[in-house]
């Protein structure tokens, strides 16, 4: 089956500092991939689209100056947490549409955690 | 606006039990789609099943099998004679027919039932 892979899975960073994270559709293009946030022991919230070749598009709520998502290529998307606080610790999940199918990938998540 | 409802917060069994995890969910589409994963305790998401809202035929795999009823907007997952291997947070989702105009495969999801499947 189709694989996205996330990196880095885990994050430890000091507040302040920007954190980047990466989505790759390993073995298939995704021209549209989605961005989710969940805190411990909650759901899954969906923060924002992401298109190749446009700008992203965000959930109300989520700070789009704040939460910096980049889809460059058909196989990566990425999405930088500049001037990150501990209560931006979170899991952030990303999925990738297989082009055609309208079937959802989901990547293994990334644990960022805010010092 | 769409809506996923787990009232069941956490479930607590005794292996080889069956027991049945509860969806609800609200829409205004015509058609749409819904979805159940798996979350272990490592975190990823395991997806189990993706049903078409035209496609009301009930569903086994092994032993999972998902009750999907329009008229109360259910679509209750149940496991039979449960495994420790089971116990995980169980989420129910959401999402709009992307093949129609403006319609996307982002998905809504509920909070989530924490299964706990004791030896």
């Known amino acids: 089956g189709a694989v996205v892979s996330q990196h880095p899975s885990r994050v430890i960073c000091k507040s302040g500092t920007s954190v980047k994270i990466e989505c790759r559709s390993l073995d298939f293009q995704a021209t549209t991939m989605f961005w989710y946030r969940q805190f411990p022991k909650q759901s899954l919230m969906l923060m924002a689209t992401?298109?190749?070749?446009?700008?992203?598009?965000?959930e109300q709520g989520v700070e789009k100056d704040k939460f910096l998502i980049n889809h460059a290529s058909l196989t990566l998307s990425t999405l930088t947490v500049t001037s990150a606080h501990p209560e931006d610790s979170s899991f952030y999940i990303c999925s990738a549409v297989l082009a055609g199918t309208g079937e959802l990938f989901f990547g293994e998540g990334s644990r960022l955690t805010v010092l | 606006a769409q809506k996923v409802t787990q009232a069941q917060t956490e479930i607590s069994v005794v292996e080889k039990e069956d027991v049945t995890l509860d969806c609800v969910y609200e829409t205004r589409d015509t058609t749409y789609y819904l979805f159940w994963y798996k979350q272990p305790p490592s975190g990823e998401l395991v997806f189990l099943i993706r049903r078409n809202s035209f496609d009301e035929q009930n569903e086994i795999s092994g032993r999972y099998s998902w009750n999907f009823q329009k008229s109360t907007s259910s679509f209750n997952f149940t496991i039979t004679a449960s495994q420790v291997v089971d116990s995980a947070v169980y989420f129910c989702a959401l999402s709009e027919d992307p093949w129609t105009q403006g319609g996307s495969e982002k998905l809504v999801f509920g909070k989530g039932t924490k299964l706990t499947v004791n030896p």
């Open positions: 992401s298109n190749e070749g446009s700008k992203a598009t965000y």
